[in-house]
Structure formats: C-alpha cells, structure tokens
C-alpha cells in the first residue's frame, strides 16, 4: 500500500463525537440565546421600521387629539422674580428666627408669554 | 459559530482530544473556546481556522489546569459506535490507527489531526503553531510514516 492508499484509509475512519447534550451545553450559553433577548435581536424590515416611525411622527404631530385628550390646556406664563440686591447682611428668607423686616432693593419681575405652536 | 460547530465539531473534538488526552477536558476546551468565539466584536478573516487554534489553546490550558497524565484518548478518537454493517477489518483498523497515534509524538499526532482529520493546510497549521511550513509539512510525513510503519508490522 503506498502513502496515499494509506493516508486515504485513515482519513476514511469516522471520528468520535462530543457527547450527547454537549451541543446544548455550549449554544445555550451563547449570549442572546434567551427568547427575551433574541426577541429584540430579530431583524425587521427596513420598510416595516419606516412606516413604524412614519406612523409614530403623524401621530405625534396631531396636537395629542388621537390620544382623545381634546383641546390642549391653556399655556401658562412664565415669570422670572430675580432680586438684584439686599442692602443688610442678614439672610431674608431665613425664616427660622421671627423677623419683622420691609424688603428695601430692587425687584425686578420678567413675564414672559409664551408663543402660541 | 452554530454553523462551524455543526460542520466541525468532530474535528474540533479531536483536535483537542489530541492535546488534552481526555474527552471531558476536550470538551471543556471546545466550550471555553465557544465562549471566547462569542464574545468576539469582529468576525476574524478564516473563522474556522481561527475556532480551531482557539480550541488548541483552550485545551492546552485544560491540560494544564488540569495536570493530568492518564490518556485515554485511544478510547475516544474514532467513532466506537459501528453499526452493524461495519467490517471487523475497520473497528481492528480503528483501534489500531489510534494506538498508532498515541505512539507518534505530540507535533506529529496534533498535524495529523489537524491537516487529515481537520482539513487544514500546512499553512493555516503553520500560523497556529508559529513554525514554518516546512517543519508542519515534515511532522506531517515523519507521523504517517511511522503510522504506517506501525500498522504494516
């Protein structure tokens, strides 16, 4: 029998095979494997996602009434109370120790209407 | 990686098997290479080259770790489940073609796994081992030679 005779028999000899489970053993480690995770890990279509966000950005536009919310509430304004100044040391809202004080200094109020969308 | 396993995995059992000597440590070693596959971000150029020098590590890690000199790898190599139909000739050539493996040296018997039993080319083994091409091609002729030697006697 010359070599390759000989290597062509050897390589004919069937291999032996991990146990029984050994499969199981190994693929049900593999990280995702779990419904939970392979759930989000599918695939989708390009054109189920388009009109998935599509659909989402209509619905977001149509002022919240398909969500049978009605007439949006009144927008509210803002104020702003900004004290520029206090003339003494002493903390004025430091209403731990009883205080008869008149507030000197400037006060300053921002209103501001917000813009009708 | 599923497909790889499916495809490979009784080259790849025996391939560590020719390394540890044990089939419960060849099987720890294909699994711990497994784990490593996937956590891999980028899927490397040769896949199945890249799993079979994984498992080789993996399982000289195992024979490491685990310090163990009985081989039983005679018992494992080849598949002992013979049908009914199978020659008597082929089980007698089975146990000998392992015995026959046992006797070669450990860079012989893992070339022969690896380039016969595997199907990779001298150079893939000659990456994984980090030897020239010509030392695998060599330890690939020296251990059929003596395989051959041994089962002619």
Not at chain 2, 107 to 131: G, P
Request: net charge neutral; hydrophobic share 40%; with cysteine.
């Amino acid at each position: 029998m010359d070599m390759d005779d000989f290597e062509a028999q050897l390589k004919r000899l069937p291999l032996a095979r991990p146990s029984e489970g050994f499969r199981r053993r190994i693929f049900g480690d593999k990280p995702g494997g779990s419904w939970f995770v392979g759930l989000f890990s599918r695939r989708i279509p390009v054109g189920w996602a388009a009109a998935f966000a599509l659909a989402a950005g209509i619905a977001g536009m149509s002022d919240s009434q398909m969500w049978g919310g009605g007439a949006a509430a009144p927008l509210q304004p803002v104020v702003n109370v900004q004290i520029i100044r206090s003339p003494s040391d002493r903390n004025l809202f430091d209403f731990t120790v009883p205080a008869k004080d008149f507030m000197p200094g400037e006060l300053t109020v921002n209103v501001q209407a917000p813009k009708e969308i | 990686m599923e497909k790889i396993y499916d495809q490979y995995g009784s080259q790849l059992f025996t391939c560590a098997l020719a390394v540890t000597g044990r089939s419960d440590s060849a099987e720890d070693a294909i699994h711990e290479a497994f784990c490593r596959g996937f956590h891999l971000t980028e899927v490397p150029l040769n896949l199945k080259a890249y799993m079979f020098r994984s498992v080789r590590n993996a399982a000289i890690d195992q024979l490491r770790r685990k310090n163990r000199t009985t081989s039983l790898f005679e018992d494992y190599v080849f598949d002992s489940s013979a049908g009914p139909s199978e020659l008597a000739e082929q089980n007698q050539l089975k146990r000998h073609a392992a015995k026959a493996l046992l006797k070669l040296s450990e860079d012989e018997r893992e070339t022969i796994v690896q380039h016969l039993y595997a199907d990779l080319t001298f150079q893939e083994i000659a990456d994984m081992r980090q030897r020239s091409i010509g030392t695998v091609a060599s330890w690939y002729r020296r251990g059929l030679t003596k395989m051959k030697d041994y089962l002619e006697v």
